[in-house]
């Protein structure tokens, strides 16, 4: 069974960073898939902020572009999130994602895209 692990979140002030790690147990790789990066703050819908497809094309919210970079190793089944320049407002619990096992040929950000979610982990940046 595949699972999705996140971890790296965190409490930081504003301006600083954080890089947010999730682990893909059991993903086949090799599968024409894309993952990606989604958050929620309270009372809001979850929301994109990045993705990447499986031969490293990235895609980013305009909320995010030039400050978030996501990448892969899969050589360690890790996907990374990181997020220089943090704001009070990218507060939210962050979520790895994965369209397996749908096919991904461009990476997207459209939350109804994918079909595998982690758990979640809380970025909290204060002012």
């Known amino acids: 069974q595949v699972q999705l692990v996140e971890s790296g979140g965190g409490s930081v002030q504003a301006g600083g960073s954080l890089r947010l790690s999730c682990a893909a147990i059991?993903?086949?790789?090799?599968?024409?898939?894309?993952m990606g990066w989604f958050r929620q703050a309270p009372g809001k819908e979850r929301e994109g902020v990045a993705s990447i497809d499986k031969y490293g094309t990235t895609t980013y919210s305009d909320s995010v572009k030039g400050r978030f970079t996501i990448s892969q190793d899969n050589s360690k089944n890790t996907l990374y999130l990181q997020m220089n320049t943090l704001k009070p407002e990218d507060t939210a619990v962050y979520y790895c994602?994965?369209?397996?096992?749908?096919?991904?040929?461009?990476?997207?950000?459209?939350?109804?895209?994918?079909?595998?979610w982690g758990q979640g982990t809380q970025v909290t940046v204060s002012s």
């Open positions: 059991r993903y086949p790789f090799s599968r024409r898939t894309c």
């Open positions: 994602a994965s369209t397996l096992p749908t096919t991904c040929y461009e990476p997207t950000t459209r939350t109804r895209d994918y079909n595998l």
